[in-house]
């Protein structure tokens, strides 16, 4: 079993950054692919980014390509997001993911573990 725990999430205006953590506790962090995942209200739960067991790729959707970078530092058993020039269409439940299966995934249903999720808020 994995225990995640997300903190970092607020209000911030259009523009502006935030920086997601995701601690994980129980098993060994290293063997697991992380991912980010948000859902806005009424809408299905979609991926943002993830990254490998050792941190050495990372892939992003396309709609937060090249402002939201995702890192991982397994000594402190931490995944990372960090978001850049956020915008309003980003306000959603942010969500960390773990996967023991997969070194890297995309897709929801690989993933065995959820945190309980983060509310990120921009205002326009």
């Known amino acids: 079993q994995v225990q995640l725990v997300e903190s970092g999430g607020g209000l911030v205006q259009a523009g502006g950054s935030l920086r997601l953590s995701c601690a994980a506790s129980?098993?060994?962090?290293?063997?697991?692919?992380l991912g980010w995942f948000r859902q806005a209200p009424g809408k299905e739960r979609e991926f943002v980014a993830t990254i490998t067991r050792s941190g050495d790729i990372t892939f992003f959707a396309d709609s937060v390509k090249g402002r939201f970078t995702i890192s991982r530092d397994n000594a402190k058993n931490t995944v990372y997001l960090q978001m850049n020039s956020l915008r309003p269409e980003d306000t959603a439940v942010y969500i960390c993911?773990?996967?023991?299966?997969?070194?890297?995934?995309?897709?929801?249903?690989?993933?065995?573990?959820w945190g309980q999720g983060t509310q990120v808020t921009v205002s326009s």
């Open positions: 993911a773990a996967t023991e299966f997969a070194n890297v995934a995309i897709i929801r249903r690989l993933y065995d573990y």
């Open positions: 129980g098993r060994t962090f290293s063997n697991y692919g």
